[in-house]
């Protein structure tokens, strides 16, 4: 249920986009530059590229948008203000409410996500849907235009099935025609490793999890890549920015790590992968 916030054949024919080719709409560049942004987020737009990618999956106005795990609010501060803006519905997967192992965690994290983002005057009428292994479909069938996941998919494999589960929902709720878009720390070209303990997805993962679920690859873009990422870190992706992990998890950070080489490298190589649902 929707809740409003009161207060490789595919790959084959894919399309590679490089992001100088990419245009933004002008409503979207002004929400870009809008004082709702948090100047932490704004900050990594050098590495998160917001117009090129939402441009690329092909944000459009009027549409209905499901991001899920919103995380930090950085694709929200600026997906709400464009929906508002424009006539467009948006939608956040935030938590797991269904599950019953980890309801009152679920709860206070909805809570807290709907306290940060109930002043409609910045934000529209936002709104929120269940999202994690118990969660129930995420909206009504073939009713949105534009399904959003990025820098999640790592997470869903670490949950048996949970990955599976989460490309059928997406397809459920998307309309014929309509868009699953994938941002991803990208393990290519080396092997990804077992488990991917490491944080690095290989294409082929995200591809084949997609087509098992009945999407088509309908191109990918370079917006995200980082040539300068070695992957090779200590600590994995989470070595690098934003985390700026220096200790093995469980630990204090350590004041001793030298992030020097870390900083310059900046945050990760991204594989970002348009999917369509057929007509």
Known sequence: MLRPIVAVAAAAIAL???APAISADSQLQAVLKGPQRAPENTARDAWRHPAG???FWGLKPKQT???VVPGGGYWTEILAPYAKATGGTYVAGVTDVDNARNKE???KALAAFQAKY???SKYGQVRTTGFGAQSAPLGPPNSADLVITARNIHNFTYQPGM???SMKDFYAVLKPGGVLGVEEHRADPRPEVK???DGYVSKATVVAAAEKAGFKLAASSEVNANPKDTKDHPFGVWTLPPTRQSAPNGQPANPAFDRTKYEAIGES???TLKFVKPS
């Open 53 to 55: 990618t939402l441009t």
């Open 16 to 18: 590679s986009v490089s």
């Open 65 to 67: 948008v499901i991001e």
């Open 195 to 197: 488990g991917i303990t």
């Open 163 to 165: 990955l599976e589960k």
């Open 105 to 107: 965690a679920a709860a």
């Open 269 to 271: 190589d991204r594989m």
């Open 118 to 120: 109930a002043d409609t």
